[in-house]
Nanobody, 129 residues
Framework: QVQLMESGGGSVQAGGSLRLSCAAS????????VGWFRQAPGKEREGVAT????????YYADSVKGRFTISQDNAKKTVYLQMNSLKPEDTAMYYC??????????????????????WGQGTQVTVSS
């Protein structure tokens, strides 16, 4: 059973930073798209950032460009999300997600709409003003 385990959430004041981590287990970290989504209370889930397991250009939601950075450690099968200059509107549950191995890299057209088959339990991020 594939498992994605997020960590690093918490409460910070506006302007602060957090770093989220997502460790994959029982997952073949090859030729797939991995990344982060978030869902705030009363809102739909939205894509935040994705990256291909083999590297390459990451994709970001417009709302986080210039503030968030996605990265990965292939050897550790871990994806990170560095979040800087946090705003109250970034408050949400953040989820790690991954497509099936060998299903192909992320691309601009389906960066957030690909078949993300695997999901973590989520980690809460709360930003106060």
């Amino acid at each position: 059973q594939v498992q994605l385990m997020e960590s690093g959430g918490g409460s910070v004041q506006a302007g602060g930073s957090l770093r989220l981590s997502c460790a994959a287990s029982r997952y073949t970290y090859v030729s797939a798209c991995v990344g982060w989504f978030r869902q705030a209370p009363g809102k739909e889930r939205e894509g935040v950032a994705t990256i291909s397991t083999g590297g390459g250009s990451p994709y970001y939601a417009d709302s986080v460009k210039g503030r968030f950075t996605i990265s990965q450690d292939n050897a550790k099968k871990t994806v990170y999300l560095q979040m800087n200059s946090l705003k109250p509107e970034d408050t949400a549950m953040y989820y790690c997600a991954a497509t099936r191995p060998f299903s192909g890299r992320c691309n601009e057209k389906s960066a957030f709409s690909a078949d993300f088959r695997y999901w973590g339990q989520g980690t809460q991020v709360t930003v106060s003003s």
